[in-house]
């Protein structure tokens, strides 16, 4: 056992011994939660499709750069680099207007993805007597997010380079989709005796199957408290394995035994998706 891990779980011990009787303790366990982008959109394990306006032949190459390049962009993060996003191509329409939410629709369904990606035409502004700017504008909608609104983003470059510029715009405008890592803190319950301290520890190295082992040998107890606690620490293992349907079912389990005081918490992490 590592030692600073060992003092740790002993200092947590020793403070909750001098606030209560009670023999089982709790140990922080630092993880890393994956959510959504700084976008606010959270697009891991859902279809894509890219899709651009072609309206003149030079805005069109233009366009097409940019869109692939924001689509492997996208892929480099959420598909292994894999070749998972499609792309198509619309053609520009005098006066449409690209960001009403019933033409993200129907591209999503048109191009059977769950959230759908849409460039617009550029926009060239001229800012002094020789410099060029071009405006890049896109629209965004998740089928599958609880907020049922079309997302709008837009950017502008200097128009120069251009061999250059879709591909550098491409890839900057997808790492805005990439999801973040915040670090949080979950806790487990252990007591005095070895083979708990002993899962505590497995668990603060990630090796949640090890530790779940050790819980469910321990959650078949006939000491209400210990079973409670036990079976709250198997559903927290089933949770960080991906498994939330198995882990409701013994966070119920444990709360039918005993008061578990982070039942509460856990359950708000299952039922809002947070890993």
């Known amino acids: 056992m590592k030692k600073e891990t060992l003092s740790r779980m002993a200092a947590a011990a020793a403070l909750v011994l001098t606030m209560s009787a009670c023999s089982y303790y709790t140990y922080p366990v630092e993880i890393e939660r994956k959510a959504p982008s700084v976008t606010g959109l959270d697009l891991p394990g859902k279809s894509v499709s890219v899709s651009f306006v072609s309206g003149s032949q030079k805005d069109s190459v233009y366009m097409s750069a ?60 001229l ?8 405006r890049m504008k896109f629209y ?44 949080e ?11 708990s301290q002993k899962a505590a520890l497995l668990a603060s190295d990630f090796k949640w ?9 321990m959650a078949s107890s006939k000491n209400l408290q210990k079973r409670a606690l036990m079976s709250y620490n198997v559903a927290l293992a089933c949770h960080m394995l991906g498994n939330d349907e198995m882990a409701l079912t013994w966070l119920d389990r444990a709360e039918s035994n005993y008061e578990v005081g982070q039942a509460k918490s856990l359950r708000a992490r299952i039922t809002t998706g947070s890993k």
């Open 66 to 125: 940019l869109a692939e390049n924001f689509a492997v962009g996208l892929e480099s993060f959420l598909f292994d680099s894999e070749s998972a996003i499609d792309l198509f191509s619309i053609k520009q329409t005098r006066g449409a207007d690209y960001m009403q939410k019933d033409t993200l629709t129907q591209l999503v369904m048109s191009t059977d993805a769950d959230v759908a990606f849409l460039f617009d035409a550029p926009e060239y502004t």
């Open 127 to 134: 800012d002094g007597r020789d410099t060029t700017y071009v």
């Open 185 to 195: 803190e979950v806790k487990v319950y252990f007591s005095d005796d070895e083979s």
């Open 140 to 183: 965004v909608y998740d089928s599958l997010s609880k907020i049922d609104s079309v997302y709008a983003f837009s950017g502008r470059k200097k128009y120069a380079n251009l061999d250059k510029l879709p591909a550098e715009t491409g890839t900057q405008f997808a790492q805005y989709f990439q999801p973040q890592w915040k670090q």
């Open 209 to 217: 199957s090890k530790a779940m082992e050790i819980w469910l040998d």
